[in-house]
């Protein structure tokens, strides 16, 4: 198969050299929907399963907490001895479908970097903000030759779920001095992320920084005893370099500690399993929504349930019959 009147082999030489061009375009096939971009894609791919000696790095937070500040200057510590793909997961209008797309715009400096590729890419209807491919996309990066992969996610619902599927490190930044740290502070993400920070710190008074600290503490004492030791807890502002260096000392120890125990393998290879239902959960779902029968079942239904023709319960049944999953599988 050819793409612009190239073969996928050519692509992936293209890449391995570090040409910007052909991964964009690479990552561009990773986001289609479209089946022979799809296709092709595994075939730039083929055999390709990643680079065991990369650090992938997640991280997430609310809206407002300064990530791409601080990945701003986290990335250009990495820069300066590393190559560094930023992957910045936009969140997606559900009304349009559109995304902002503005991480560029939001770290200059960064982007200026020539150890530094930043790609930003709409989230779509993916639960949880994380951009279905990511992960493909992480493996043409890491193709390319970048060692260290940030991935910044939208910081909503399961988003940080989803992205610590896809990483090796989880930092999660937080706000202190809500008035209710650890409402915000969801178990879910308690019991994933790796490295906590407290952003903002200039704007708080010391008081306020330790309560958010202590009640931190005392989360992670009763959801996670047996791991206290190894989670970092940090506060700084973008503008303590200082402090966001021992921030990411901590995060590529933890990595390496990962690599040299064997752990990341297994991490790793756990991380393909789920890649693999998810995907086929995608192939499923769109193989439902492009079936013509189906979505005339759906339209009769849809009518129906309105009138009260038919009840909720068996309008699902009579569809999975129609679907007759499994029973052809011998």
Known sequence: MNHLNKPAIEW?????????????????????????????????????????KSSRIAISGPPGVGKSSFIEVFGGQLAEKHSVA??????????????????????EKLTAHP???????????????????????ILLCEMAGYTHILI?????????????????HFLLLLNAGGGDELQGIKRGVMELANTFVFTKSD???????????????????????????????FSTTVQDATTIE???????????????????????????ALKLNQLVEEELLNAFHQNEAII????????????GGITLSAAVHELMDQIKIGKEIK
Do not use: C
């Open 115 to 137: 150890n530094v590729y930043i790609r930003p890419s709409p989230s779509g209807n993916t639960l949880g903000g994380v951009a279905l491919h990511t992960y493909e996309v």
């Open 203 to 233: 704007l708080l008074s010391d008081a306020i920084l330790r309560n958010s600290t202590q009640d931190l503490k005392n989360a992670l004492h009763v959801l996670r005893p047996e791991e206290l030791n190894n989670i970092g807890i």
């Open 12 to 52: 992936r030489k293209e890449i391995v050299q570090g040409s910007r061009l052909w991964l964009g375009r690479a990552i561009t096939l990773a986001e289609s929907k479209k089946k022979e971009d799809r296709s092709f894609l595994t075939e730039i791919l083929d055999g390709y399963t990643g680079n065991q």
């Open 86 to 107: 930023v992957l910045s997961i936009d969140p997606s209008s559900p009304v349009t479908g559109g995304s902002i797309l503005g991480d560029k715009t939001r770290m």
């Open 246 to 272: 021992a921030v990411l000392l901590s995060a590529s120890n933890a990595v390496e500690s990962l690599r040299n125990s064997g752990r990341l393998v297994e991490l790793r290879n756990n991380q393909l």
């Open 152 to 168: 910044e996610t939208v910081g909503v619902g399961q988003s940080e779920t989803s992205v610590r599927q896809l990483s090796d």
């Open 296 to 307: 005339q079942m759906m339209n009769q239904f849809k009518n129906q349930l309105q009138n």
